[in-house]
């Protein structure tokens, strides 16, 4: 008979989940996902844009509870996809009540899906969607690091909310600066994973006043659920290895996160 996993905790703390894709998971329906996620207090939900052809079903699922929020951008993944018609969707939608960032935008050179060149001048193209709409940014960088910085100080002027780069698994260069130019980073269930020391590395560096909680789901299922498809109900497996790493009181943690979570999308 095979060991009973954990059951997930419930905080009586509030939990915002910043980044999930809700139209990627396949397990149950999405009513019941959502409900699961709300006994275990998450108070919040952002569901991510990745491509042209989910720009608008991420619109949709914001209609699916007044707690859904969503953003609108496309992943470095799909830059070849990026058009003039494209981003003019993005900024007709970005500002919509229920739209809370850019994103998720940025730098894959570990897949390399997208030539790189094509890859920086979306990332550009929509980091100036952020600074004429006043958005926050939603970031991916992978095994880019460099350029991701290079292209960030490009708008070190003009770019008046920052943001976060989400699922940080890059090194303590980008962290700090990312860190000193005031953005959050966003960790996942990779912070529980056994062989990611050099991520935990970069949560003991990182300010509790910086950091933001996220799930990534359907992607990066936490221990100990690893093998199922993650979703937003296993965030507080994330909070409780953070408070771990830092070696702070979970309510801490959780009562942070929730503010930073707040200062960055929800600022009004």
């Known amino acids: 008979m095979s ?15 910043t980044h999930c894709h809700l139209d990627y998971l396949k397990d149950r329906p999405l009513a019941e996902t959502l409900a699961e996620a709300q006994r275990v207090n998450v108070e919040r939900v952002i569901t991510i844009a990745v491509a042209p052809d989910n720009l608008a079903t991420v619109r949709e699922l914001t209609g699916e509870a007044d707690w859904v929020y969503g953003t609108q951008g496309i992943h470095p993944h799909e830059a070849e996809t990026y058009t003039d018609a494209v981003e003019a969707e993005i900024r007709e939608h970005v500002g919509g009540e229920k739209m ?14 997208a030539d790189r060149t094509v890859q920086r ?27 991701t910085i290079g292209i960030l100080k490009e708008f070190e002027g003009t770019l008046k909310r920052r943001g976060v780069i989400h699922s940080f698994t890059s090194g303590p260069g980008l962290a700090r600066y990312a860190l000193d130019q005031g953005w959050c980073l966003g960790f996942n269930g990779i912070s529980t994973f056994n062989k990611a020391e050099n991520v935990r590395d970069i949560i003991r560096m990182t300010p509790i006043e910086q950091l933001l909680l996220e799930t990534d789901a359907p992607f990066l299922t936490p221990v100990p659920y690893r093998g199922r498809e993650n979703a937003p109900f296993y965030i507080p497996f994330v909070a409780e290895k953070i408070a771990e790493v830092k070696v702070l009181p979970i309510e801490q943690v959780l009562t942070t996160t929730y503010a930073n979570s707040l200062r960055t999308f929800f600022p009004d």
Not at 3 to 17: A, G, L, N
Not at 104 to 110: P, Q, T
Not at 122 to 147: G, N
């Open 3 to 17: 060991k009973k996993r954990r059951e997930i905790p419930v905080f009586e703390q509030p939990i915002i989940e």
């Open 121 to 147: 001048d979306v990332f550009r193209r929509q980091l100036q969607i952020a600074c004429d709409t006043d958005r926050p940014v939603v970031i991916h960088s992978r095994e880019a690091d460099d350029d």
């Open 100 to 113: 809370v960032a850019v994103g998720e935008i940025g730098l894959d050179y570990f897949y390399d899906n």
